[in-house]
């Protein structure tokens, strides 16, 4: 049976008859909080090599009582040596400080709390200072000491760009291409090539497109604020008037508006509703923007409670993962994922100057 033409077409090069390569596809990536993305960070600790192994348990008992490493738990106690000798474990005993020097069991391990019987001339040895987050810095981690690691699955597979199904890959596609299209109606009216496109993912529905309106009288008009602003207007709100650029537009309230499931509501100080009960603007929606927003509409998404934001390519000023990553501060009443590289090629080639 012939494969349907299409996605998994492969077109042949009539001069060589050799398959075409296939087009370099897309990747979603996640970009992830500071947390995430830092390299290991190192603290000095002292180990000492176990000379009777048969005193192991009750050395690993007596030593972990007196040093408890409440900030590394993810640190095992005991590793096979990398030493060459006659000795075949190492125990971890506690951390050193910055500028330690050499230090006796005696000075470490508080007699009687501890009876060092059985273990050898303690060392310096850098170990890792925090719980590894992804599977790439656990495997740095532990090339300094045995860690343990309780992997977040959702953000190994995001890492591995195999988070999304092929039929979400063709409807992300599908979203960020529209907002192609609103850069290049932008463009064709000699304004920045930025677009945009907000969609309620439970539905697929596309509640507003826009592109950049920015002009020296109108400043802040970026692709980001102007599609947060069509969104209200759609919920009878919002404040620009976007008239003049007819590529902007916004899905009326004919779909089921108001109450949506899991909607975060205003609540008054008293914690009542407010009398404007609707939710934050962008609550549960996606955002696809063909370059990276700067930081006035990366805050401007966080007041409006959007969900997820997929963007094309980077910005050199970007507040997404560039210069900022906004998204994933602990210290912001609002956290959203972020994935980039949503046809990058096509959206780097729209605004290449920015
Ligand atoms: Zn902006």
Not at 89 to 107: D, V
Not at 214 to 223: D, V
Not at 228 to 238: M, N, S, W, Y
Request: with cysteine; net charge positive; aromatic share 6%.
């Amino acid at each position: 049976m012939q494969a349907a033409p299409g996605l998994g077409e492969q077109r042949v090069d009539a001069s060589t008859g050799n398959p075409e390569p296939e087009p370099v596809p897309w990747q979603a990536l996640p970009v992830l909080s500071e947390q995430q993305c830092r390299d290991v960070e190192l603290v000095l600790a002292y180990a000492a090599p176990i000379l009777d192994k048969r005193q192991t348990s009750r050395l690993l008992k007596e030593v972990s009582a007196v040093h408890p490493l409440p900030a590394q738990p993810h640190l095992k106690r005991v590793r096979p040596s990398r030493r060459a000798g006659p000795h075949a474990l190492e125990m971890l005993l506690c951390l050193a400080e910055p500028a330690a020097g050499a230090r006796s069991l005696a000075e470490l391990l508080p007699q009687p709390s501890v009876d060092p019987r059985g273990l050898g001339q303690p060392f310096l040895v850098p170990v890792p200072a925090r719980p590894p987050l992804t599977r790439g810095q656990f495997e740095e981690a532990r090339a300094y000491w045995p860690t343990s690691f309780h992997e977040d699955r959702q953000v190994t597979r995001a890492l591995a760009g195999r988070l999304f199904s092929a039929q979400e890959r063709s409807a992300m596609q599908a979203h960020m291409e529209r907002a192609v299209w609103a850069a290049r109606q932008a463009a064709a009216r000699g304004l920045r090539a930025v677009g945009a496109v907000v969609v309620d993912p439970s539905s697929g529905r596309v509640l507003a497109t826009g592109h950049d309106c920015s002009s020296r009288a109108r400043p802040l008009l970026h692709a980001t604020m102007v599609c947060i602003d069509l969104v209200a207007q759609g919920q009878g709100r919002g404040a620009y008037d976007l008239r003049p650029f007819p590529a902007c537009s916004f899905a009326g309230a004919g779909a089921p508006q108001g109450v949506r499931v899991g909607s975060v509501r205003k609540l008054d100080e008293d914690g009542d509703v407010c009398a404007d009960s609707l939710p934050y603007v962008c609550t549960g929606y996606d955002l696809y923007v063909t370059r990276e927003p700067c930081a006035m509409c990366a805050m401007a998404l966080v007041h409006s409670r959007v969900q997820r934001v997929f963007y094309g390519a980077p910005s050199p000023d970007g507040a997404l993962g560039t210069r900022f990553r906004i998204h994933a501060r602990p210290d912001l009443n609002h956290r959203f994922q972020v994935f980039r590289g949503v046809l990058e090629a096509q959206c780097r080639r729209l605004d290449p100057g920015s």
